[in-house]
């Protein structure tokens, strides 16, 4: 099966809770504070394996999750990292924040990585807050968490060519004679539910890639037959062979089938209309394909809403009739045209731009709100890594936690919004009284 969207799941690890000690031995003057600092939790990393074609893989784990680091240990030892979790993905492959839609990364190159959820950085033992006022501090930092989120994967497939058309126009049939695919050929439509690639050589050396997308027809790029799910895979192609079929078995007008196709290629993209595509009138080996291509080329040159009057080159795949002709044609076209930028890396540059760092888009730290109960609420990413890394078990930690809520200016907040001393503050399931 052929599986080219999935949603998956991450969960980076969690880093080591650093530990609160202190060393008491004979020979050692002084002792004093000896926990250590927590390891680093594992991140997920995606890692392109050129060996998949597919991400059904993912149809059956969805959920992935790193390991935690190790918590600090006595007498100054640090807890273990706990190792990335690397995770296969195939060449082509689109990576999307399902929540937000940012576009974390497009991956093509094999043994390309992208780290999609950073593991938390371990939390800081006793033996760093250690000072001339408090030389021996019960207070120690958890692990930060790690970084949790959904993600879309899209599967865009990696081809120098692909092939469009109507269903039944003849493009499973061209790519089996010219590469070594072995694509699903019957006489009826959409006989292609998935799309097929193959290598096409050529006798002097040149090689490219080329891809038969399964049909297109009118309305395709609002969800009409199969071309919505497949239209995604023409985005990485560089040249477009058009295939219309010419023998008129079908009883439709070629050219209106060249302009409908068009069409749909351009409200899907309207840079898919900017790529070099060549013309390929095939079943030329029918009786009336001459006729029929003939009458095309006649609408064609009449057409004045064409940018460029495309090339036409007629074939016959059961025949062999104008197949070098058109892979050698090809060819010189992949040799002068660059890689285009798909829609991902587009969006991709334009997230950049919006986010680039000004001091007037800085988050605040946290935010205030008043529950039903009256109880004062405080959120925000900032706020709530800080508390998750507060060691509640201690005095010291949670009086640490005090003074950098005082510090953010938490306190100040309170009483501009009338909070009055003995209120009840609440950060996640944690709950305490406002002190003036």
């Known amino acids: 099966m052929f599986v080219d969207q999935v949603k998956i799941q991450v969960k980076a690890g969690k880093g080591g809770d650093g530990a609160v000690a202190f060393r008491r031995e004979k020979y050692v003057p002084n002792g004093g504070p000896a926990g250590g600092d927590g390891g680093k939790g594992g991140s997920v990393i995606l890692k392109v394996d050129e060996g998949l074609r597919t991400l059904m893989d993912f149809r059956y784990h969805r959920i992935f999750k790193a390991k935690p680091g190790q918590n600090g240990m006595i007498k100054g030892m640090y807890g273990r990292g706990a190792k990335d979790l690397y995770i296969a993905v195939p060449q082509g492959t689109t990576v999307i924040d399902n929540e937000t839609g940012e576009i974390l990364g497009d991956l093509v190159e094999n043994g390309e990585e992208l780290v999609v959820a950073k593991g938390g950085r371990g939390g800081r033992g006793n033996i760093h807050f250690a000072s001339a006022k408090n030389p021996a501090p019960e ?133 898919l209309l900017k790529r070099p595509q060549i013309v390929v009138a095939s079943k030329m080996d029918m009786p009336d394909a001459e006729k029929n291509l003939a009458e095309f080329k006649e609408k064609l040159a009449k057409d004045k809403t064409l940018p460029t009057l495309p090339e036409v080159l007629p074939i016959s795949s059961m025949t062999h009739q104008g197949l070098d002709e058109l892979l050698h044609k090809t060819a010189a076209l992949l040799e002068q045209t660059p890689a285009f930028e798909t829609m991902a890396e587009k969006q991709q540059k334009e997230q950049e731009k919006l986010y680039e760092f000004t001091p007037e888009t800085e988050e605040k730290a946290f935010t205030l709100t008043r529950a039903a109960d009256a109880t004062w609420v405080l959120s925000g990413e900032k706020l709530e890594k800080l508390f998750k890394m507060t060691n509640l078990d201690h005095e010291e930690s949670m009086m640490r936690f005090a003074r950098q809520l005082r510090g953010m200016g938490v306190d100040e907040e309170l009483r501009s919004r009338g909070a009055q001393n003995g209120d009840l503050v609440r950060i996640g399931n944690f709950t305490f009284e406002f002190v003036e």
């Open 139 to 271: 207070i120690a930092e958890n692990g930060e968490p790690g970084i949790e989120r959904e993600l879309k994967l899209e599967l865009k497939v990696l081809a120098d060519v692909g092939l469009v058309g109507f269903p039944s126009v003849g493009k499973s049939t061209l790519l089996s004679v010219v590469t070594s695919a072995k694509p699903k050929i019957a006489d009826y439509h959409f006989t292609t539910l998935v799309p097929n690639l193959g290598m096409v050589r050529l006798d002097d050396g040149q090689d490219f890639v080329m891809a038969d997308l399964p049909g297109l027809i009118e309305g395709a790029s609002q969800g009409v037959g199969l071309g919505i799910q497949f239209l995604r895979h023409v985005e990485r192609t560089r040249v477009i062979l058009h295939l219309v079929d010419m023998s008129g078995t079908e009883g439709r007008d070629p050219f209106e089938d060249y302009l409908k196709i068009n069409a749909e290629l351009e409200k899907y993209d309207p840079e």
